[in-house]
């Protein structure tokens, strides 16, 4: 039984299409029934958008697994009257929600990516959050890969908000106990049971891993040499296996 991130692992970050063997190992699930949802970070379309986008590049992908952290959301951040930090996208598909964006009274302060944050965007972050309002984090990503450079990822940022404020964060995506759970359920089974294939060691993996679930780090996103990262993590965060790319897990899995 699978997690599987999209963003690194499934698509590639720079040309958003199919990496290598990706669309076959899916295909491999769904044939031989082998249950599986996956796991994205999506926050610039709608899920259903996104899910019609993953299928019309080749995926064959059910509704029934697929989770994003608006589907979470929506059940979580009960207050209407909120401000937003992120991309156009991402403040449209929160007003399709439901949601107002407020930058005088809000209730709640959400956070999602953007690689054209200023030192004027995070003041502005800092200073809603002393307000004593919630801080969301849509999910809790180590870096952000975009046109080839590597920048702070949400899980960054709202490190960075705590530490100005002294103030906790809620995250609703990976890799919250919340959101895990939620995959959980719709596999049916126990943590023990699941295997985690991501790019991101760091705010997928190790998480995943304090769960119980066995952990897959693929090099085709964020990080593309795992010297970056498996030096500084501890004997226990370590990954069960490293590859390439999902395309090689797969080959490996077939011919074992």
Known sequence: MYFIDVQGTLISDDTRLPIEGAIEFID???????PYVVITNNTKHTSEEFLKYLNSIGFNIPAT?????????????????IVAFGQISFLEVLQSLGYTLDTKNPQALVISISKDYTNEDYANMIEYALKGIDIIGMHETSIYAKDGKKYPGVGAIL??????????????????VDF???AKQMLGCEFED??????DMIG??????????????????????????LPTLEA????????????EYYWKMKHN
């Open 204 to 229: 997928d993996i190790i998480g995943a891993q304090k769960l119980g679930i066995k952990g897959v780090f693929v090099l085709s996103g964020k990080i593309k040499d795992a010297n970056e990262v």
């Open 28 to 34: 491999y699930l769904n044939t031989t029934k082998t």
């Open 65 to 81: 697994n697929y989770l994003d952290p608006f589907s979470m959301l929506t059940k979580s951040l009960t207050a209407k009257n």
């Open 180 to 182: 895990y759970t939620k």
């Open 194 to 199: 699941i295997t985690i294939i991501s790019d």
């Open 236 to 247: 226990t965060q370590q990954p069960k296996e490293v590859y390439n790319n999902i395309g």
């Open 159 to 176: 490190q960075l908000v705590s530490f100005a404020t002294n103030r906790n964060y809620t995250v609703v995506g990976k890799p919250s």
